[in-house]
């Protein structure tokens, strides 16, 4: 079974552009697609609308925008962190910003890589093809 891919990021449109670039990449996975840090949260540790008997499976990997409303992908990304269940989940935060501050708090806080997101579809495109390439096909991780 294919473990799904956590994107987090409230822009519609950066949202189709990477689901659609999940497509063309042939990636089998599924993509759940939540708007904010609270519902990457939620979902990684089965609250709110993701509560039941047990929480979701892990992603293989979360891909996490870096300014997000509610919480922010650094934020996220230090709860993740903090807890047992997702400690050694790969955590690749993608966003817009340019600014070495953001880089370096991410590293500071465990972000296994950083991508800046191109503007160019085609570019994004093959940005998403070696994530996939690496993070679902070529990464080993701890088992839970």
Do not use: C, H
């Not at 473990?3 to 822009?11: R, V």
């Not at 499976?57 to 903090?82: F, N, S, Y």
């Not at 817009?96 to 503007?119: C, F, H, T, W």
Request: hydrophobic fraction near 40%; charged fraction near 25%.
């Amino acid at each position: 079974m294919n473990k799904p891919i956590l994107l987090a990021e409230d822009n519609p449109d950066d949202q189709e552009l990477a689901l659609r670039a999940f497509r063309k990449s042939n990636l089998s996975n599924d993509i759940i697609v939540v708007n904010d840090g609270m519902e990457a949260l939620d979902y990684l540790f089965g609250r709110g609308k993701f509560s039941g008997e047990e929480p979701p499976p892990l992603p293989a990997v979360a891909l996490l925008d870096l300014k997000m409303p509610r919480k922010t992908g650094l934020e996220v990304l230090q709860e993740i962190r903090a807890q047992e269940r997702t400690r050694f989940l790969p955590v690749v935060l993608l966003t817009s910003s340019k600014e070495e501050q953001d880089i370096a708090q991410g590293y500071r806080l465990g972000v296994n890589s950083y991508v800046r997101k191109p503007v160019d579809f085609n570019e994004f495109l093959k940005a998403i093809q070696q994530l996939g390439l690496y993070w679902l096909i070529l990464n080993e991780v701890p088992e839970a």
